[in-house]
C-alpha cells in the first residue's frame, strides 16, 4: 500500500491545531467549523508569501474569528433552557498513544464547563498560553494587547479555573478500570455498588437544551446520584445499556435506551471514586456521534 503524501498545503497542515483552539474556545463541533471555513476563506485570498509567519497568521485569525463568535453564543446561551454543557467529542476508533495524548490535553468537558465562566478575550488569552504554549509577545500580537494585559488576563483566568476545577492526577488505565466497574454495577441494577463507586460529595450535571428531560440544577451526593441511575434500572431494566468510549481524550460512557442513544457521559474521578458525571442528552449535541459506532453496541 501506498503512504499518503502529506498535505503541502499549510491551512490543512495546521487544521488539527486550529480546530482545537476554536472548539476550545466554542465548545461545539458546528461553531469550531464555521470558524475554520471563515479562516480558510480569509486564507485563500491571502498572498502567503507577504506573511512572516503563516502559523501566527492564521492562529491569530481563528482565535479573532472564535472571539467574536463566542460573544455571540454567549448572548445566546443565557437564554439556553437548563445547563449548557459543551458539545462531547466523541471517538470511534482507538487512536495512537500520541494522538490521544494531544487531544487529551485540558479537552475533557470538565475543564470546558470552568471555561464558560471566562470572558472572550481572557479565554483566548488563558488558553494560548496555558494550552498551546505561545509566548507573551505572540499572545499580545494575536490580541491587540499589550504583554501586560495579556499576563493579567492569563494569570486571573488561571486563578478561576484552579478554584473551580480541582485537578487529579490519574492513570487513564486506572479512570476506565473504576468506568468499567461503575458500567457494571449500573447495567445490572446494584444500588450499593454504584454508590460505593461515588464520592460522597459528588455532582451530577446535566444538559437536555430544554428537548429532553434533565435535571434543572446539578444533582448533590453519592447517595441521590446512585438513586438515580438505580431507579432507571428499576424503571427500564435491559432497554438500558451502556457502553464505554473515549470522550473528548478521556474515558466516559455512552448510554443507550432500547438501542437509540440517549445520553454521553464524561466522569471526573479522584483515583478511587467519581467525583463529577457531565451527562449530556441534548440530541443536537448527540447528532454527530457516528451511527456505525451506535450500531456496534
Known amino acids: 500500500m501506498t503512504a499518503t503524501a502529506p498535505s503541502t498545503d499549510p491551512f490543512q497542515a495546521l487544521r488539527p491545531r486550529l480546530f482545537g483552539i476554536a472548539y476550545r474556545m466554542l465548545g461545539t463541533r458546528a461553531d469550531a467549523e464555521d470558524v475554520l471555513q471563515d479562516a480558510w476563506l480569509r486564507w485563500s485570498r491571502t498572498d502567503a508569501a507577504t506573511l512572516e509567519s503563516v502559523e501566527a497568521w492564521l492562529v491569530t485569525v481563528v482565535t479573532r474569528l472564535a472571539i467574536d463568535r463566542l460573544r455571540a453564543a454567549k448572548a445566546e446561551r443565557e437564554a439556553y433552557v437548563g445547563w449548557w ?101 449500573a447495567q445490572s441494577g446494584r444500588r450499593d455498588a454504584i454508590k460505593a463507586l461515588l464520592a460522597d460529595n459528588a455532582e451530577a450535571i446535566g444538559d437536555g437544551g430544554g428537548k429532553v428531560p434533565s435535571f434543572p440544577k446539578p444533582l448533590h451526593g453519592g447517595d441521590r446520584i446512585a438513586n438515580l441511575y438505580w431507579a432507571q434500572f428499576l424503571r427500564l431494566g435491559e432497554r438500558v445499556t451502556y457502553r464505554l468510549a473515549t470522550i473528548n481524550g478521556e474515558a466516559g460512557v455512552l448510554r443507550y435506551i432500547d438501542g437509540e442513544l440517549e445520553s454521553a457521559q464524561a466522569f471526573v474521578i479522584d483515583g478511587e471514586r467519581i467525583v463529577s458525571i457531565y451527562t449530556v442528552r441534548n440530541p443536537d449535541k448527540l447528532a454527530n456521534i457516528d451511527a456505525p459506532f451506535m450500531q456496534r453496541v
Do not use: N
Not at 91 to 116: G, I, K, M, Q
Not at 149 to 158: D, E, G, L, P, Y
Open 85 to 185: 454543557l459543551p458539545e462531547p467529542l466523541v471517538e470511534v476508533d482507538e487512536r495512537t498513544p500520541e494522538a490521544v495524548a494531544e487531544w487529551a490535553s485540558d479537552l475533557s468537558l470538565a475543564f470546558l464547563w470552568v471555561l464558560e465562566r471566562l470572558a472572550p478575550e481572557e479565554r483566548a488569552a488563558f488558553l494560548l498560553r496555558q494550552v498551546f504554549d505561545h509566548d507573551y509577545p505572540e499572545i499580545a500580537a494575536m490580541l491587540g494587547k499589550s504583554e501586560a494585559a495579556c499576563r493579567q488576563m492569563v494569570h486571573r483566568a488561571a486563578e478561576r479555573v484552579r478554584q473551580q476545577r480541582p485537578r487529579f492526577e490519574v492513570p487513564r488505565a486506572t479512570h476506565r478500570h473504576l468506568l468499567e466497574k461503575f458500567v457494571a454495577a
